[in-house]
């Protein structure tokens, strides 16, 4: 399965951006789907991430209730919605694809997601 990323860009402090992940091939109902971003000189971490099977959600403190992660199965497609950006939002951010056999509690590290996208550009200004 490849995964491509799109939707970044530049937006003001308070702004909002829509992210889509789109995947090529087929998305089995146990896999998890999650958003990364990675600012220059920090650790990646985890800002979301949703079942494939029945679209349950998991959300890092920094960003609960700003974002929201959804997806489209009629698209293979996971969307992240983030509103009321800050400036500390600015990073680059991934979608991955957590490959699992069974549902399975959700993981923040990246290390056991199996697939990645390219990454897309998330500036916010002040």
């Known amino acids: 399965v490849q995964l491509q990323a799109s939707g970044g860009g530049l937006v003001q402090a308070g702004g909002s951006l829509r992210l889509s992940c789109a995947a090529s091939?087929?998305?089995?109902?146990?896999?998890?789907i999650g958003w990364f971003r990675q600012a220059p000189g920090q650790e990646r971490e985890n800002v979301a991430a949703?079942?494939?099977?029945?679209?349950?959600?998991y959300y890092a403190e920094s960003v609960k209730g700003r974002f929201a992660i959804s997806r489209d199965t009629a698209k293979n497609a996971v969307n992240l919605q983030m509103n009321g950006l800050k400036p500390e939002d600015t990073a680059v951010y991934y979608c991955?694809?957590?490959?699992?056999?069974?549902?399975?509690?959700?993981?923040?590290?990246?290390?056991?997601?199996?697939?990645w996208g390219q990454g897309t550009q998330v500036t916010v200004s002040s």
């Open positions: 091939g087929d998305i089995l109902s146990s896999w998890h």
């Open positions: 949703i079942t494939w099977r029945n679209g349950k959600t």
């Open positions: 991955a694809l957590r490959r699992l056999l069974v549902p399975t509690p959700f993981s923040t590290f990246a290390y056991n997601y199996n697939d």
